[in-house]
């Protein structure tokens, strides 16, 4: 793949994703929009993989949309007309954020540099963040003349900083730096670009020692529950999760290496 590099840990279970355009701060573009979507709907079945780090290549994280890419991704399906073909390529885009959530394998996000626009959605959909010291985030959707509500960024900010925040993110489209992205939770934690995939990485580890149907169902419940109306609905959907898993072997397996204090070895099974 071109805008894309994958490597595996040597134990073969987390996987570290990076953007590869560093030349243009690792933009979206029409190859990357395909094969960030591709390399999603491969992890959707695979088994191995328990945790994902997502990055960026160079000084940029994700610098969000290349505007040339959406131009010439109008220009070349004029038959739609322009207000179809636009919806067709703002969907295709936003789907990507409805991958990652919907994947199984939790993602952690290396935020390595700036991360506007589309690139704030992607790092918002992560599952949890960490960002270096030259972290930047911004919604510049309005700097474009446009909403700033784009790419599931009006619905994952106010649950991860608060309406408050996230408002004057959107309406001003103003750059936030590392140190109050730590402090107002957008990201777990800010160290220094040195020690950022290995604070990441510690994550990833952290995730897949335990069992794979344990964290997809923990994933899975968290994100749903986010959305739950009521107490009692967000417990009835725990309640069933706990007892669904407790019919895995991976969790006769986890009781077991409990009670013998050994390490548990899963099989997603």
């Given at each position: 793949?071109?805008s894309?590099?994958?490597?595996?840990?040597?134990?073969?279970?987390?996987?570290?994703?990076?953007?590869?355009?560093?030349?243009?701060?690792?933009?979206?573009?029409?190859?990357?929009?395909?094969?960030?979507?591709?390399?999603?709907?491969?992890?959707?079945?695979?088994?191995?993989?328990?945790?994902?780090?997502?990055?960026?290549v160079?000084?940029?994280?994700?610098?969000?949309?290349?505007?040339?890419?959406?131009?010439?991704?109008?220009?070349?399906?004029?038959?739609?007309?322009?207000?179809q073909?636009?919806?067709?390529?703002q969907?295709?885009?936003?789907?990507?954020?409805?991958?990652?959530?919907r994947?199984?394998?939790?993602?952690?996000?290396?935020?390595?540099?700036?991360?506007?626009?589309?690139?704030?959605?992607?790092?918002l959909?992560?599952?949890?963040?960490?960002?270096?010291?030259?972290?930047?985030?911004?919604?510049?959707?309005?700097?474009?003349?446009?909403s700033?509500?784009?790419?599931?960024?009006?619905?994952?900010?106010?649950?991860?900083?608060?309406?408050?925040?996230?408002f004057?993110?959107?309406?001003?489209?103003?750059?936030?730096?590392?140190?109050?992205?730590?402090?107002?939770?957008?990201?777990?934690?800010c160290?220094?670009?040195?020690?950022?995939?290995?604070?990441?990485?510690?994550?990833?580890?952290?995730?897949?020692?335990?069992?794979?149907?344990?964290?997809?169902?923990?994933?899975?419940?968290?994100?749903?529950?986010?959305?739950?109306?009521?107490?009692?609905?967000?417990?009835?959907?725990?309640?069933?999760?706990?007892?669904?898993?407790?019919?895995?072997?991976?969790?006769?397996?986890?009781a077991?290496?409990?009670?013998?204090?050994?390490?548990?070895?899963?099989k997603n099974t």
């Open positions: 793949m071109n894309l590099n994958l490597e595996s840990d040597s134990t073969g279970t987390i996987l570290t994703l990076s953007l590869n355009k560093p030349e243009s701060l690792n933009a979206l573009d029409d190859e990357m929009i395909d094969e960030l979507s591709q390399v999603l709907a491969n992890l959707s079945t695979n088994r191995e993989t328990r945790a994902i780090v997502l990055t960026g160079g000084r940029g994280f994700c610098s969000g949309l290349n505007l040339a890419s959406f131009g010439g991704s109008l220009a070349k399906d004029d038959s739609r007309g322009r207000v073909a636009g919806m067709y390529f969907k295709r885009l936003a789907e990507i954020v409805l991958a990652m959530r994947l199984p394998i939790p993602i952690v996000g290396a935020i390595n540099g700036p991360a506007t626009g589309g690139g704030l959605a992607l790092a959909a992560c599952d949890t963040r960490v960002c270096s010291i030259k972290a930047r985030f911004s919604a510049a959707f309005v700097k474009l003349g446009v700033g509500c784009d790419m599931g960024v009006s619905y994952l900010l106010p649950r991860i900083v608060g309406p408050t925040l996230a004057e993110m959107m309406l001003t489209g103003r750059i936030i730096d590392a140190a109050e992205a730590e402090r107002s939770r957008l990201v777990l934690r160290t220094s670009q040195d020690d950022l995939l290995g604070e990441a990485n510690g994550v990833a580890t952290q995730i897949a020692s335990n069992s794979p149907f344990g964290v997809w169902m923990t994933k899975e419940v968290l994100w749903s529950n986010l959305d739950a109306t009521s107490l009692s609905g967000a417990i009835d959907l725990e309640n069933r999760t706990q007892i669904l898993a407790l019919q895995t072997s991976d969790s006769k397996e986890a077991s290496a409990f009670i013998h204090k050994r390490p548990a070895e899963y």
